[in-house]
């Protein structure tokens, strides 16, 4: 008797490739952050890799996941905006807390707000199941977070 052949991995579909490259990117960015600043770490460079791998980068890898096998009509134009959003957001957020420039913490959390909007939007007429409520959940939690850390940055200076 033969063992069943394994089940085959899904094919990577198109629209979360760049959510995955760009998420996991992040990831190793904040690691490498982490190792340059491991000899002088401070409270910024912590918070830095700790915002750049859990925020910029496995949120960013989840919620493409997500919503790219939750909906096929995700057009390029809402990917685009989306991926802009999402990674120029997090750059003004990481600049704007680095550098302690207020106006470029808030253009980044508006971003964000934007590219999280965009993933409610694309995600609308899913299914009810385990997904979209675990998307839905992470949108929260993550719309949530940007007002907390607004007004944590806002008290340290």
């Known amino acids: 008797m033969t063992d069943p052949a394994p089940s085959p991995r899904p094919a990577p579909r198109p629209a979360e490739r760049p959510f995955v490259l760009l998420g996991s990117a992040c990831i190793v960015g904040g690691g490498l952050v982490s190792a340059a600043a491991a000899p002088t770490a401070s409270y910024l460079s912590s918070w830095a890799v700790a915002y750049l791998v859990l925020v910029a980068g496995a949120a960013q890898v989840v919620l493409g996941l997500g919503q790219a096998r939750l909906t ?4 390029r134009r809402v990917l685009q905006a989306e991926l802009l959003a ?33 993933v409610l939007y694309a995600v ?17 939690l993550l719309l949530v977070s940007i007002p907390v850390g607004i ?6 200076h």
Do not use: E, F, M
């Open 124 to 140: 609308r007429r899913a299914r009810p199941g385990w997904l979209l409520t675990t998307t839905r959940i992470i949108v929260v």
């Open 151 to 156: 007004v944590l940055q806002a008290a340290r």
């Open 86 to 118: 999402w990674n120029l957001g997090n750059a003004a957020v990481l600049v704007g807390t680095l550098l302690g420039a207020a106006p470029a913490l808030y253009a980044g959390c508006a971003l964000l707000v934007a590219a999280l909007a965009l």
């Open 72 to 75: 096929s009509v995700l057009t």
